[in-house]
């Protein structure tokens, strides 16, 4: 198991930026792929990015172009770059592992249920 915890989020005003941060706990890191999803009010939570052990990262359509994933094994930290952020982007963001034994660490994964460990979140509020 690995512990995560998210922070960075906060109140922007439309167009601006943020920077998310989900540090793991452990010495493991590198064999997590990660994921960022996002729930917004009255609504289902929802995918919003994902990266590989390797490195490879994938965007929900809305977000792509605007919104950038990376990770830092070295720090045990996964990050969420947003920029020209939008008031629909308002939601509590969610950071999530999956432990990964494929050898080439190259799966990411975008559905919920495939997750296993997951943050308590941190809340960004876009205003327009």
């Known amino acids: 198991q690995v512990q995560l915890e998210e922070s960075g989020g906060g109140l922007v005003q439309a167009g601006g930026s943020l920077r998310l941060s989900c540090a793991a706990s452990?010495?493991?890191?590198?064999?997590?792929?990660m994921g960022w999803f996002r729930r917004a009010p009255g609504k289902e939570r929802e995918f919003v990015a994902a990266?590989?052990?390797?490195?490879?990262?994938y965007c929900a359509d809305s977000v792509k172009g605007r919104f950038t994933i990376s990770r830092d094994n070295a720090k045990n930290t996964v990050y969420l770059q947003m920029n020209s952020l939008k008031p629909e982007d308002t939601a509590v963001y969610y950071c999530?592992?999956?432990?990964?034994?494929?050898?080439?660490?190259?799966?990411?994964?975008?559905?919920?249920?495939?997750?296993?460990?997951w943050g308590q979140g941190t809340q960004v509020t876009v205003s327009s």
């Open positions: 999530a592992a999956k432990a990964t034994t494929d050898y080439s660490g190259s799966y990411y994964y975008t559905r919920q249920y495939e997750y296993g460990n």
């Open positions: 452990g010495r493991t890191f590198s064999r997590y792929a």
């Open positions: 990266i590989s052990r390797s490195g490879g990262t």
